[in-house]
């Protein structure tokens, strides 16, 4: 297969497979050694669909209705009525951010790490989109897959740094892109140790361990869990900014890449705005200003989704 | 060359070798995935000499002395003095564990991630073990570096997890274990993001990131960073324990090892006591109590260090 085959030509193709080229030829004075050839991508929005809601947020939502069928009483808090019925504005007015982290956290909160994996994984096996009627996981980017790809040949490392919950994109994150769990770094709960019925276990607490991986904790978060600069990094909102900014002003050559959801038609338009920062400057001026590289969904990709999606 | 060629014929070396035979021929019935193929190991005293002091401690004393010269009120201080000239118990006396690790912490504070990890590697390519006369970096465990290769070559995912800061471990995982950085789980500082000549650093802080990894820790760590339960777990510790626990009680079969230092000719002899919790149980006596292979440094290898190293 072409290297790219659903990116069509323009300048975003042309700055990948350049960069590319430059930092993995021998003798390029761009060239960059393997070990350091670090790749680093935002998951939601960036290599899979974050509208209308994050992934995360419709299985959140399920997990709190199943729990005030059993405990109606919890559901007469005004922040569970609201996120319970998805309307995460509502929740947001009557509980704050954080009384919307609580409420969000409380179904999981007391299970352990793999009975939370494997909850994650079932309902990503069926969970469907409200949209386009195939399960989440299958609406990847395919020309991100492809990005993937052509780094991978390239001898680049790749990890996702998600905003999300690192267990939660962990449990598709090989089947998708092929990305081992290890090479997840994202947001995550506290975890207790414990002694059950003679097995360690860890259990899920209701409180973050650390901030949620968004903003100048991405940086943070990555030399903690990889210890290398990337230098190539992928993102799609004000929330990815500062690992963008990290990428860039290391000692080697750098691709920073912003996703432009310009596209309403085939998928949608919306700018790239931190959900834990409304009021920062969005990516794509970020972008203009720093000189990233912008990738249109509408004019760079002549596909969005892979073949197997019936939009 | 034979695996496990410097393992004597014995208890330990048929554990090893049968377990890794059984779980990873196909149609065996102990036989588990690849991608669950997953082995952690402590690594002071476990995949390298640890004594007559961490090696670590050795490069922070160092620091210590040299910030002391500058700034010699610094030495005024009790517990400064003490851990300056290597006396550790002087120094828990003096400050308790909190003013030792405060002190301990002080030299590479303020700068950043980037200058520690070059300052680490640069200090560990010459720093000499006041015993054996050669590099640290050269007083890996021979039978240890073979026991990876094995894993390896049958499929095993390979972690060190550490009760050692994780930046210093990395400076040289790659060249003494062909452990890359992103594969070293360690006790870390916090970093602070901050945009310095234009350019993003991040910036050591005086406290640690958490809880230092040892005991408890250990499996929090491996969940939050490798998202897996480990089936081979290494240590010599009681600081261990808990890791090894979690391998022992997964869903998979299991191999659990201990190190037993108890050759003062060849290495040293002491036992298997926690740094951070002096009182807790030697590692030895829950391995016998656990049924997990203890590994005689005397009886079980027949070499102890690479063959560069004049000992």
Redesign the interface.
Known sequence: MTALASWRDGEAKRAITGFVARVSREGSPEFVAA?ARIAVFDNDGTLWCERPGFVQAYYMIGRLQAMIAEQPELGEKPVMRALAAGDIPAALAAGGMEGLMEAALLPDTGIT??AF?EAAATWLQDATHPRFGVPFRRLVYQPMLELLDLLRENSF?I?VVSGGG??FV?AVS?ELYGI?????VGS?VE???A?ID???Q?VRQARF??SPNEG??K??NI???????PIVAGGNTAGDR?ML??A???QHPSLCLVIDHDDDEREYAYAGASFTDPGAEPITTTAARLGWTVVSMKGDWAQIFPDNVPV
Chains 1, 2 share one sequence.
């Open positions: 070990s790490a793999d994996a490392r990890f690192v267990e962990r090989e081992p769990p290890d090479d997840v995550s975890l207790e140790f002694r003679g097995r360690v860890l361990r650390g100048t904790p940086p943070v030399q903690a869990h990889i210890g290398r600069r500062e900014e990290y860039q002003t290391g």
